[in-house]
């Protein structure tokens, strides 16, 4: 089984940054193929943040394009998401997900989610 942990979420004022992390860990994986963050804010659907591939190709939501930048670091299996001009919109729990390969065949692997309040 493959465990993500996340961390990095808070309270934070409009037109502030945070920096969210993802860390994957278990046994028995072959590789991690995309990575990426979700988010589900009060009262609203869970919506696609921002993914990346293996090989570093990036992919965001329009409402985060230019604010928001998704990165891996490969050899510690973590993916990042640096959220700059913070507005109050981006309010939610986010979630990381990695798709892994196991030896069994390909799943989906999900964070425990991190809350990140934007508020004056």
């Known amino acids: 089984q493959v465990q993500l942990v996340e961390s990095g979420g808070g309270l934070v004022q409009p037109g502030g940054s945070l920096r969210l992390s993802c860390a994957a860990s278990?046994?028995?994986?072959?590789?991690?193929?995309?990575m990426g963050w979700y988010r589900r804010a009060p009262g609203k659907q869970r919506e696609l943040v921002a993914t990346?591939?293996?090989?570093?190709?990036?992919n965001y939501a329009d409402s985060v394009k230019g604010r928001f930048t998704i990165s891996r670091n490969n050899a510690k299996n973590t993916v990042y998401l640096e959220m700059d001009s913070l507005n109050t919109e981006d309010t939610a729990v986010y979630y990381c997900y990695a798709a892994v390969q196991l030896l069994g065949g390909a799943q989906t692997c999900w964070g425990q989610g991190t809350l990140v309040t934007v508020s004056s």
């Open positions: 990346i591939t293996s090989g570093g190709t990036e």
């Open positions: 278990g046994r028995f994986f072959i590789r991690i193929n995309d």
